[in-house]
């Protein structure tokens, strides 16, 4: 499974554009976060926890579209939060799809059905679920019985209406991995359109012993990376070695920028040491190095796609090897 040829395009002008002009940093994909506010309260999240005293706070259609001209990334992941609660989120999706970006909305699927309405399909546009485990397991996680079983049949009827649709799988600590293939083997039947996966952030704001450290996680990804041809997983090649400890890649957390309702979050998607107020303050006055594995100790255990997935993509045009091995895993889907 690779990339649309769109958005495969799309991300090779961006990047040679960039490296052409001598840029060393800039972001790959906004995570634009309209809202706090959630209809669930998963026990992984740390946004309902990080953000409690303000989950009312909302950004506005213009915010939102200031955001995405300012980080000027070709992929922009509305999340949140649960963004099927903004009234407007129809309009934001539309707007930004106007401007030639490739939107995954990323949902619970509680809200999906009902609100595919709202919504066009096209090749710029994916809808995002996020299923932790089979039903069970997913629901005693999100918090509510029946979560599960309303997100597989949002999912079908998205693929149904022509949507895009794509899954994302966390692994934390004493997942029964065979029950994660049972997930992987249902997904890919319906079938969606792409699987991603990585193992849990160690959110200080949860307070539950749910998150794998980075030998537990490399040993999780082992396995599943001895069956990266039977599912359609999403993550580069690259990406996948690195989880299951055959690579290893440095984190660049300016790849995935994050704006909220309290400004341009720094450093990265997982940590908050605090909120910038534009763009530009972000990318020149984060002291980037202090961050990532070796340097920060909230870092050490790391290994999620938003700090490493771009080192994935960087890292195919610095070797003849690793460039093949994304352009087969494009063209040939695998």
Not at 35 to 52: D, M, P, Q, V, W
Not at 121 to 131: E, K, Q
Not at 209 to 215: G, H, N, Y
Not at 246 to 253: A, V
Request: with cysteine; charged share 20%.
């Amino acid at each position: 499974m690779g990339f649309s040829s769109q958005l495969s395009l799309s991300l090779g002008k961006y990047l040679i554009g960039n490296k052409i002009r001598g840029n060393k940093r800039f972001p790959l994909v906004l995570m634009l976060e309209p809202l706090f506010r959630c209809n669930l309260s998963c026990a992984g999240c740390g946004r309902i926890r990080e953000y409690k005293d303000i989950l009312d706070q909302t950004m506005s259609l213009d915010d939102c579209l200031a955001a995405v001209d300012a980080a000027g990334a070709p992929v922009v992941s509305i999340t949140g939060g649960e963004p099927l609660l903004l009234p407007q989120i129809g309009e934001i999706v539309s707007e930004i799809i106007a401007r030639k970006r490739f939107v995954h909305l990323c949902t619970n699927g509680v809200l999906l059905e009902e609100s595919l309405h709202k919504f066009t399909p096209s090749p710029y546009m994916a809808f995002v679920l996020h299923l932790d485990g089979m039903a069970d397991t997913h629901d005693q996680a999100a918090g509510q019985p029946g979560v599960f079983n309303r997100a597989i049949a949002a999912i079908r009827a998205a693929k149904k209406a022509g949507f895009q649709v794509l899954v994302n799988t966390t692994i934390y600590k004493g997942r029964d991995l065979a029950e994660i293939e049972q997930l992987f083997v249902l997904l890919s039947e319906i079938p969606v359109d792409g699987i991603m996966v990585a193992p849990a952030f160690g959110y200080q704001a949860v307070d539950a012993d749910v998150f794998l450290t980075r030998p537990e996680a490399i040993a999780a990804f082992e396995r599943f990376y001895e069956q990266r041809r039977r599912f359609p997983f999403y993550n580069t090649p690259l990406y996948l070695e690195h989880l299951a400890g055959k690579r290893e890649l440095p984190c660049t957390p300016w790849s995935t920028v994050t704006r909220n309702p309290m400004g341009w979050k720094r450093p990265c998607y997982l940590i908050t040491d605090g909120h910038c107020q534009s763009f530009q303050e972000l990318m020149d006055t984060t002291a980037w190095e202090t961050y990532g594995v070796g340097n920060d100790p909230r870092c050490a255990h790391c290994m999620v796609h938003c700090g490493f997935e771009a080192s994935a993509v960087d890292e195919g045009f610095k070797s003849p090897a690793a460039m093949w091995r994304m352009m087969k895993w494009n063209l040939l889907r695998r």
